[in-house]
């Protein structure tokens, strides 16, 4: 068993980010870094997502350069529709208008994951379509009152309750979780954290 402290911070507080990182074999601590998630006027949207992963990495990093070989990962989720960013419902109005927005269409989920550490950053985005079945105002209330949608970007859990608004989905599920794993892993393999490596000898 390798006691070592991991060298992998996950700046979020997300369960869901955690779950995923977990599924691929990374060992990692989490570290809380909070950043204005506000969109600037007229940024587009995959700049928005590029911006607040890095500024959350950079947020972590601050936490944790002082520790050797210490690596910060952090990512953002951005629900597009017609160039417009949906955040996270306010209350429950905005989240049935959102609902309304979604319903009967494709919406795009970009999610930017970064890598921070002594050596630089690192970013990637993944772009993922996402189609939504017509949804009927009863069925987004009876949603909203279920809690589900109250922190979740575009006011919707695909791996919840929402997944039965999903006709069809082109892309990366895991990156409409939050977290592209495919992306993750090419990141973390660039830094020598493979979760597909061999140990290192004396490991384990």
Request: include cysteine.
């Amino acid at each position: 068993m390798d006691d070592t402290p991991p060298r992998l911070h996950l700046a979020s507080r997300s369960p869901r980010r955690a779950e995923l990182l977990e599924q691929i074999g990374v060992r990692f601590t989490r570290i809380d870094a909070e950043v204005d998630e506000t969109p600037r006027p007229g940024e587009a949207p995959g700049d928005y997502v590029r911006r607040v992963t890095r500024d959350k990495g950079r947020a972590g990093w601050a936490q944790v350069e002082g520790c050797a070989d210490a690596l910060v990962l952090a990512a953002d989720t951005a629900v597009v529709v017609d160039a417009e960013i949906l955040g996270k419902p306010r209350d429950r109005g905005h989240a049935l208008e959102m609902m309304g927005l979604l319903s009967g269409r494709c919406h795009r989920v970009l999610t930017a994951v970064a890598l921070v550490g002594g050596a630089g950053e690192a970013v990637r985005v993944c772009e993922t379509e996402v189609r939504f079945r017509p949804v009927s105002p009863a069925e987004a209330a009876r949603y909203w009152e279920s809690g589900e949608p109250r922190d979740k970007a575009g006011g919707y859990a695909i791996q919840g309750l929402g997944a039965v608004f999903v006709a069809a989905i082109t892309g990366s599920y895991s990156a409409v979780m939050g977290l592209p794993l495919f992306e993750t892993a090419a990141l973390l393999a660039e830094a020598g954290l493979s979760p597909l490596a061999p140990p290192a000898p004396g490991a384990g």
